[in-house]
């Protein structure tokens, strides 16, 4: 396997990745304190990667109000970015970039995880089934008013201070899986008749305003975006994706955002059940169909491999790739693969969202294994 064109550097809006083996976002629930900072577990995790062409944290949220899962680290308080910047100065004093992707949950939350409040979303409308982890069934969510989006929104935009002050190289809105930009741009989640909903851009509203919050913060060249055209985590769909996604990259091409990072759904049995035509029956090829609308960085994410990736980018159908489980259970991903070393594909599917070091700090580096 010729694997240099990993290693082709890449530039990144304002950003320049010595390489494309960049690290995705990866839902650890490792804070263990009730007040949701980084700890140390976080910073040495983080910086075993540090080689990626750049990592994205786990998904950030932005208030209390914006949490889908319990000990996710927050980006709100004083004391969080604190925490964060210790993680961002490790990866910086390592020669790494790091990018926070920053997210608010809507109706994917529940009001235990969030002290009773209400959870939010764009039209009082539930997941079906259980919530992810297990806990309980999802709840209706509050249709927010116009007030509640621009609170929103003004969060969004805080969070990307926050984040700047913290050091952070960029920010990644989390436009995907059916969190709550997400249930605004599909029709399956967003009914409303108001300015957010209905037309495609109405639905799209959300995402650009915040997208422009965030290159108020940060400049254009360290904002990015991911999306899910086609996937049904979070019980999610829409009646024309090829409609909607076509509309809001041409947005984000005028708006010259650096990076967007697409979840190339491939389930073409509908594992989620919902009852939703299959991903691949809605847009067989998304980089097909995408690639041509928009001149910045274009990321795959979804159990990629080198080999896939690699393909990819000869084609020139994207520019790098996201890898996640790789780099759970490779955290010298990138050495490995510039060796031409084994991959461990040993990933411990129960430790990923558990407490503690176990799954999380233990998997030997390639040089450590050879002793
Ligand atoms: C998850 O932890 O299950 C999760 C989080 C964020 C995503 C997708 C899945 O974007």
Redesign the pocket.
Known sequence: MDQSILFKPLKMGDIELPNRICMA???R?RCETEDLVPNDIMIEYYGLRAEAGFILT??VPISERSL??PREPGIYTKEQVKGWKKVVDNIHSKGGRILA?V?HAGRASLSTLQNGLEIWGPSPIKIRGIH??GLTEHEIPHEMTIEEIQEVIKQFKQAAENCKEAGFDGVEL?G????IIDQFLRDSSNKRTDEYGGSVENRSKLCLQVIDEFINVFGRGRVGI?I?PVGR??DQCDSDPLKLYTYLIKELEKKQIAFIEV?DDNDPENLFDFGYPSSKDQIPDLFEVFRPLFSGVLIANNQYTPTTAIEGIEKGRFDAVTFGRLFISNPDLVERIRQGYELNTNWDVDT??TKGVKGYLDYPLYSSQQK
């Open positions: 976002a990866l839902t629930q786990e998904c889908a899962f992707q997210w992810r982890r989390h995907a899986h059916g969190y991911k899910s985590l979070n979840k990923f969202y």
